[in-house]
């Protein structure tokens, strides 16, 4: 798996993972985090290589139609883009005696969404 697809897959189980069964997630956690083999995860798991492959595939797939249906990651990088943005702009601005306060409530309201948010 290159480097894209397992940086997607792990978002996808930072959101859905705890929807999915324990044995299937600790097969994909062990697969991406750990970079275990097909073979390591069989032998660890007591089951034949295709019964690891079959399970891991599975739970992508699971794991995709989540995000299909529920859209959390997608949302959530569009808001991390948006505050991202906000901070640029905002950071673009001088401050004067009149709009000092503002332009700091506007950092704190940001502040407050990325804590909601993470």
Known sequence: MDLEKRVA???LMDFYGPLLTEN?????T??????????ELAEEAGITRQGVHDALTKA?????EYERKLGLVARYRRLEDAIRECRRALSG?????????ALEEAKRAL???ERIET
């Open 111 to 113: 502040d407050a969404i």
């Open 60 to 64: 992508q797939a699971q794991l995709e």
């Open 24 to 28: 299937r997630l600790k097969l994909l």
């Open 93 to 101: 601005v001088i401050p004067t005696e009149a709009t000092v306060e």
């Open 30 to 39: 062990s697969y991406c985090e750990e970079d275990l083999s097909l073979s």
């Open 9 to 11: 897959l792990n978002w």
